[in-house]
């Protein structure tokens, strides 16, 4: 399989490190680890109109990745370190797997100003050489984490931002309803911390699995609008997936909730 897999579509559900921020943020305070939490959250609320914790403070809990082929098709998906999901063994996999299957290509949408990040952070916390992807000794555009590097890393949100130029506004969820699939369900990521205290782990990472499903049928379309698919290819993966999920919708209940909520793609051409 090793030599089959060439794009790593995946997506990262992380919670902040209360005993993290109650260290560097509240020290003579002598804050628990969840008063902390609140309390930087309630700062970030009053100064910009979020509460989410920047991704320096987070740990990943789950981290779900779809194998995909030259051709775009699709392997299988898998959850690292499940059913346990221990940050430490989840990092030390999802690098370890990137260089067992000769560095393929990674595939998120916005993950470069939040995934990646996230996972260099657990990198260097957990004391994880990745030489490989920090390829700093290389000419700048063939070093893995340059942003115009396609090769390494595409960032579906610089493709249909032109890197930034603009925002896309509705973000992975639009993308994903444009084309007929489900996009956000019942778990949207400011809710994840809150299901992680009441220990439902799984539910997060079922959650994870929808959201890199909405990313490979988006990845499939701009595929399609750079030449690399026809559209009857890029429908065929679909249908393909489809009885994927159809076939382990048993196993995993999100998948069962994706299917309900199945829209096929309105075809104008086809009219």
């Known amino acids: 399989m090793a030599q089959d897999v060439r794009y790593l579509v995946f997506d990262v559900e992380s919670v902040p490190d209360g005993d993290l921020v109650a260290k560097t943020r509240y020290a003579a305070l002598g804050l628990s680890a969840a008063e902390a939490i609140r309390k930087f959250r309630n700062e970030l609320l009053i100064t910009s109109g979020r509460d989410f914790i920047p991704y320096t403070y987070h740990l990943p809990i789950s981290v779900v990745v779809a194998k995909l082929r030259a051709d775009f098709s699709l392997i299988e998906i898998v959850s690292l370190d499940q059913p346990e999901h221990r940050p430490h063994v989840i990092s030390k996999h999802f690098w370890a797997g990137w260089e067992a ?34 390829n700093l000794e290389h000419r700048t555009y063939e070093q893995n984490r340059n942003r115009y590097n396609l090769g390494a890393h595409i960032d579906l949100h610089d493709v249909l931002t032109n890197y930034g130029a603009t925002w896309y506004r509705g973000g992975l969820n639009l993308a994903a309803s444009l084309l007929g699939k489900p996009g956000k369900m019942d778990v949207a990521g400011d809710m994840v911390y809150d299901l992680y205290l009441q220990g ?52 995993h209940p999100a998948y069962r909730q994706y299917l309900e909520q199945w829209g096929d793609w309105s075809n104008p051409w086809s009219e």
């Open 200 to 251: 439902k782990i799984s539910e997060i990472n079922e959650y994870c699995r929808c959201d890199v499903l909405d990313t490979y049928f988006v990845f499939l379309r701009s595929m399609l609008m750079m030449g690399k698919l026809t559209l009857e290819q890029e429908q065929s993966h679909v249908l393909q997936t489809k009885e994927l999920l159809e076939s382990q919708a048993e196993e």
């Open 101 to 134: 299957y000769g560095q393929p290509t990674w595939v998120t949408f916005n993950g470069r100003s939040f995934d990646i990040p996230l996972m260099e952070q657990a990198a260097f916390r957990y004391g994880i050489p990745i030489p490989k992807w920090f």
